[in-house]
């Protein structure tokens, strides 16, 4: 989720983990950007199912990913005129290729990179190199920045990089957009451009890791401190289990929560009353549901 709403954030689609429980509760809702942040969701799971299921990254499931990330904004490109210009200046900065032919014969080149492990070049340089052709190529009209962030993250998951798809390399991204847009122009202009731009993707991995790996010492951190409240103040709730469930996701609901530790509904209502109580969790009504935040989670990433 945290990835996800970063790599949304350089559009300027803002919004806050409170806005995207809510979406992610009520489905239909106001937060349209929250929506889109879904969408990013979505896209980082389905995009490494997809990985782990296939064993390889094809251009279709390239297409799969951006039909999520921008449901409405077609496929490939079918008609030429995309540039890329610098916002402020409107000097063009990248002119990508234009047919749809040209676009295709691309793709499949970089599908073929993207496959073949044995040049003896680390993932994580390949990593670089295959954002950085992905972004050249600009296939679509529109999220060819968002589709090239979940890229990133398939193609470490891929490799074996990344055991699971957790690393927020878009945050990074997001806070150092201007040198990222210098970079990738430059990148068009050199080989020179092309070797900062790898050593600035390397930088991002490595920043970004420890950030990760200190994010996840959190987490556990706040899982042992929840787990000693929960003994001190309500001792005949604590189990494993019920640690588990308040940490699954960010927010949980009597279904949900009723379901993983697998009593009656009634007796997951009694406990997320008491863990309310004890302040491990609080609730709030959206439409028809309560739902019941965890808000230790929400302290740490809404500091
Ligand atoms: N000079 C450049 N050459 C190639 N690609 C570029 C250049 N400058 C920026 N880009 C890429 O274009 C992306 C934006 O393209 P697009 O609007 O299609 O994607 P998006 O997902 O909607 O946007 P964003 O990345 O801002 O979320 C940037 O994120 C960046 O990766
Ligand atoms: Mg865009």
Redesign the pocket.
């Given at each position: 989720m945290i990835e996800a709403k970063e790599?949304?954030?350089?559009?300027?689609?803002l919004t806050t983990f409170d806005e995207l429980y809510k979406e992610l509760t009520l489905k239909d809702t106001k937060f349209i950007n929250a929506k889109e942040v879904l969408n990013s969701r979505k896209s980082i799971i389905e995009g490494c199912r997809s990985v782990k299921e296939n064993g390889f990254i094809s251009v279709n499931m390239i297409y799969g990913i951006h039909q999520i990330?921008?449901p409405e904004k077609g496929s490939i490109r079918k008609t030429a005129g995309t540039v890329?210009m610098n916002s402020r200046t409107r000097e063009v900065?990248?002119i990508?290729p234009q047919s749809e032919n040209e676009i295709r014969e691309y793709l499949a080149n970089l599908e073929k990179y993207i496959n073949n492990h044995q040049d003896g070049i680390d993932s994580l340089i390949r990593m670089a190199i295959i954002?950085l052709q992905f972004?050249?190529i600009?296939p679509?009209?529109?999220?060819?920045?968002?589709?090239?962030?979940v890229l990133n993250l398939m193609y470490l998951y891929l490799t074996k990089k990344l055991e699971v798809p957790v690393l927020y390399l878009s945050r990074y991204?997001i806070r150092h957009k201007d040198i990222?847009?210098q970079l990738?122009?430059e990148?068009?202009d050199s080989t020179e451009g092309i070797r900062k731009f790898i050593l600035f993707m390397l930088e991002a991995v490595t920043v970004t890791s420890v950030e990760t790996l200190n994010f996840i010492e959190s987490i556990l951190k706040s899982q042992d401190e929840i787990a000693a409240m929960i003994k001190l103040k309500a001792p005949k709730l604590y189990s494993k289990e019920l640690i588990d469930a308040l940490f699954y996701e960010f927010t949980t609901k009597n279904e949900h929560f009723a379901k993983s530790l697998e009593v009656s509904r009634n007796t997951a209502m009694t406990y997320l009353k008491t863990l309310e109580r004890i302040g491990v969790l609080r609730s709030e009504k959206i439409g028809k549901e309560v739902i019941y935040k965890n808000t230790r989670l929400f302290d740490l990433v809404e500091k």
């Open positions: 790599s949304s954030e350089i559009e300027n689609i990330v921008e890329k900065v990248h990508p954002h972004e050249m600009h679509f009209y529109d999220g060819n920045g968002r589709v090239g962030r991204i990222y847009f990738l122009k990148s068009g």
